[in-house]
């Protein structure tokens, strides 16, 4: 068998075009901008890529993007002075606050200081509690992303047994209500898990969220299961750094009913699911519909 290669980049790419399409009815019928505000403490270099790709993807789908560079030093009590602006600030929809944070800073507290109807990462503990509980919460965009990836190539996913290996507050735990939610049978793998091969077997859905390359080998994959790799790491190939995920693609894609490419798979879906988040949490905050097929 050879997978199905789920193409991220090119399902990014529609759910942009479905964002910004949504946008321009907005701003049409009712004269509302959705904006995004991001804050990014520092100078990681990482952290400003990510940064200036989700602001250039913020303008290209119509809505306004606000800025925050501040300084490596600058103190909790200006951070939290500014989200305590952005809070109150009608054109703000969306604030996300760039992790990691410089290692004075309490990133719970800061994050939690977010109004939760703006917290568009999802990582407020409101929402994560909203989530748990079956209710609308804002949802973290990666596995946000993967739902989406998922429900397209399987339609429902009801009865499917979901194997999420990583039980990280961003990815796995969310992951894990995500699949639920849409009554998959869910069992979560993590570093202490026995036989993780036999577990990851029992799959029709395996999705890898660990941080370790290439470690989901074929021989751990069920033959027609839809694997969603999760995984962004750089090392070194033939004496160039290159990107790989935390499945080992040639040999999954062997057995696999269907696979997502690293790079070009879930990636591309975190940014997207980002802008549906901010115009969600734009639509909710003047009681307006939230736009179909965006949401959890
Ligand atoms: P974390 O380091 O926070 O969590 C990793 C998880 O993997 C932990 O739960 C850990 O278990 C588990 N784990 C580690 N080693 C093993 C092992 N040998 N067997 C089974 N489980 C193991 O990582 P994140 O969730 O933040 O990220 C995971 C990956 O996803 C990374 O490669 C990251 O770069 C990528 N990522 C990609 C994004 C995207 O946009 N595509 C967004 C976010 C992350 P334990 O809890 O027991 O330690």
Redesign the pocket.
Same mark, same amino acid.
């Given at each position: 068998m050879t997978a199905t290669v789920i193409d991220g980049k090119a399902f990014a790419a529609r759910v942009r075009a479905q964002v910004a399409a949504h946008v321009a009815r907005l701003r049409d019928e009712h004269g509302l901008v959705p904006g995004l505000a991001v804050v990014l403490v520092g100078e990681d270099p990482a952290s400003q890529v990510y940064v200036r790709n989700k602001g250039t993807q913020t303008v290209e789908a119509g809505m306004q993007s606000f800025e925050y560079r501040l300084p490596a030093e600058t103190s909790e009590a200006d951070l939290l002075a500014l989200i305590a602006r952005l809070n109150t600030d009608p054109a703000v929809h969306g604030i996300l606050v760039q992790l990691p944070l410089p290692a004075h800073l309490d990133s719970d507290l800061v994050i939690n200081a977010i109004d939760p109807a703006k917290d568009v990462d999802g990582f407020h503990i409101s929402n994560v509690g909203l989530l748990g509980t079956g209710q609308k919460a804002m949802v973290p965009c &990666?596995p946000l992303g993967c739902l989406m990836m998922l429900r397209d190539h399987h339609g429902s996913l009801a009865g499917l047994n979901a194997v999420v $290996? #990583? *039980?990280?507050n961003?990815?796995?735990k969310p992951m894990v209500q995500l699949l639920l939610g849409d009554s998959c049978t869910v069992t979560i793998?993590?570093? *202490? &898990?026995k036989d993780?091969g036999a577990v990851c077997r029992g799959a029709d859905i395996l999705v890898a969220? !660990?941080? *370790?390359p290439e470690?989901i080998t074929g021989d751990m994959i069920r033959p027609g299961a839809t694997v969603i790799d !999760? #995984?962004?790491?750089r090392v070194e190939r033939n004496g160039r750094m290159c990107l790989v995920g935390?499945v080992d693609h040639a040999t999954a894609a062997a057995v696999a009913g269907a696979i997502t490419p690293v790079p070009g798979g $879930? #990636?591309p879906m &975190?940014i997207a699911c980002l802008l549906a988040n901010t115009l969600t949490a734009c639509c909710r905050a003047n009681g307006l519909p939230e736009p179909e097929g965006l949401t959890a």
């Open positions: &990666t $290996v #990583g *039980r990280s961003i990815v796995g793998a993590h570093s *202490r &898990t993780l969220a !660990v941080g *370790r470690m !999760v #995984g962004i790491n935390d $879930v #990636g &975190t």
